[in-house]
């Protein structure tokens, strides 16, 4: 830290307790009280140097005789400063810092120390220490913002605050590579053609460190916030990038909100950001108010802000029981990046007094809304895109498809609650649109999960949440659970079933189809492979695997035409027996109509019918044993 030396007297100030004492020529007879402390100093070097002095003693002097004693309440830097005053007024060696010069400069403003009062006096010594020395350093500047806290309203008339302001704000906007550097030319310092800095064109072997715009973060972020917020609105105006101005805003908030450091990715451990030292510790109250600030100094635009972070604002926000103004502005911008969420974001323990779930499910239906809503007017919704033009079928999944995947995800790791009410559990999973979900697998596994963990729902309220899941988008996994599943209602495991059943007529038409034209398309195959050998090599490969899944289903549907054709023989001997009836008494049982066509023997492969009924016809045969045992 730069430094300025005034006077050239030994210091013969001497302390005893709460009295300084001029211990070097004669007795004092002036006392000048500062607060607490009282200065035994004599009247000449006081009054030869401030006009507040010399009007101080004069006045004393009128009201008796003798030794005065003047009362000094509101001297800018208390008894601290007075004491370096006072020094310089007796000519004893002192430092002017950049740590105590706006102190200096304010006391001497207070007490006229001018140059009507002696050439070189206190007030001409601090301005040219503060516009030659402190104002040209990064380092300097900031060092005497933080000392203009003390002495804010002095400093502001004086425009120290604005000036040193303008200064950080000024270099803070220059390319950090230049700063610090001896000789610059047209913006850039002088290299030499190795790279190496030049120092009046002598080549100083150093070479240029490239620094990354983040530089200044965690040293503003010493500053009170007041003096914090004006900093940053006058980078603002020196057109520096508003991510930079975010970056700041963001080390600033983790090193005075502790909550924000407690779910720290790992990740974010070696960045800059990371290595903000923990700050003062604040009360609740000081950390309410400069959440609310940093609230309203944060943009409100998409993808400036780390989604982690904005979580763990509204997390500290919640806790601390902000504005709700400020919990809707978070909500807000999380909303407008929920796609780049996590899981583990989204699981924010309910902080409410009432307790009723153990997650916050209501703050995360009102980010999910918000995201619709963006959604909604920026056209991203649409089923054919995502935001940056990219198809569904591309790798990367479009902003809607991955947030419907993250909120069925949520929706399993809520589900288990049992306080969580069925109308809020529904109202979650149906704000999702229906297009946004590539599968229904995930909303599946909720329900099922919801349904486990609350077993005393009503048939009606299980049918009611079942009606979410379109069971034309389960996989076959899916469905081969959902027909075992004894949780869900029957009318849901009957659409399961039919719909199964569905998938397995459309790919065995497809299996016959591709068969038909697989021998046709060989031969031609092979002539291509001739000259394109390596690009058709993986096509030949895949239709050889299609083949014997085709095959492996022909004997599939063999194997059914033998069991259909034995039911037929069964079905026959039955009726022999106990006539017409029976069969009839059978159907009426399984609640279906078996149309009498099912029983007609036919010749070649089994009908579309035979294939959808099948499970009918199973049953069927199940009835039958029974039947014959009595």
Known sequence: MACMKLGSKTDAFQRKG?????????????????????????????????????????????????????????????????????????????????ANVVHLRCAAEHLKMNEEYGEGNLVSQTELFLNQVVLESWKDSLRALQGCDSVLSHAEELSITARLIKSLAA??????????????????????????????????????NTVSSDWWYEDVSNLSLPLYKRLISAMESHGIKEEIIVGSLTAYAKKYLPGLNRRQSTGDSSSRLGSVSSGAILSEEDQKLLLEELDHLLPMQKGLVPTNILFGLLRTAMILRASPTCISNLEQRIGMQLHQATLEDLLMPNFSYTMETLYNVECVQRILLHFLAMDQVTGGGSPGSGDD????????????????????????????????????????????????????????RAIDIYLKSHPWLADPDKEDICRLI???????????????NERLPLRIIVQVLFFEQLQLRTSIASSFLVSDNFDGSRQLTSGLLTSNEGGWNTAVRENQVLKVGMDSMRMRVSELEKECSNMRQEIAKLSMVKGTSTWENISKKLGFKVKSQMCS??????????????????????????????
Not at 195 to 207: D, H, Q
Not at 471 to 483: D, I, P
């Open 171 to 208: 270099k803070a906007s220059t390319d950090p590579n230049l700063i610090g550097w001896p000789v610059v030319e047209y913006g850039r310092p002088l290299q030499s053609p190795g790279g190496s800095v030049l120092w009046n064109g002598i080549s100083t072997g150093a070479k240029l």
């Open 389 to 444: 033009g990219q198809l569904l079928g591309s790798p990367s999944l479009t902003p809607m498809t991955m947030v419907a995947k993250l909120i069925d995800g949520y929706l399993a790791e809520v589900a288990p609650d049992i306080n969580l009410k069925l109308p809020k559990f529904k109202s979650l999973a149906a704000a999702v649109p229906d297009y946004a979900r590539l599968l229904d697998d995930g909303l599946y």
């Open 470 to 484: 379109d069971c034309q988008k389960l996989s076959l996994e899916a469905c081969t659970h959902a027909a075992q």
């Open 601 to 630: 023997a036919q010749d070649g492969t089994i009908s579309k019918q035979k294939l959808e009924n099948e499970k009918v016809i199973s049953t069927a045969k199940d009835k039958q044993g029974k039947l014959k045992k009595k």
């Open 18 to 98: 709460q009295a300084w004492f001029y211990t070097t020529g004669l007795p004092s007879d002036i006392i000048v009280e500062v607060g607490d402390m009282s200065f035994h100093l004599h009247r000449f070097p006081l009054l030869s140097r401030s006009g507040v002095m010399e009007r101080l003693i004069a006045e004393a002097n009128e009201e008796g005789e003798g030794g005065c004693v003047i009362n000094l309440p509101d001297v800018p830097g208390g008894a601290k400063t007075f004491e370096l005053v006072a020094k310089f007024c007796y000519g004893v060696k002192i430092e002017l810092t950049a």
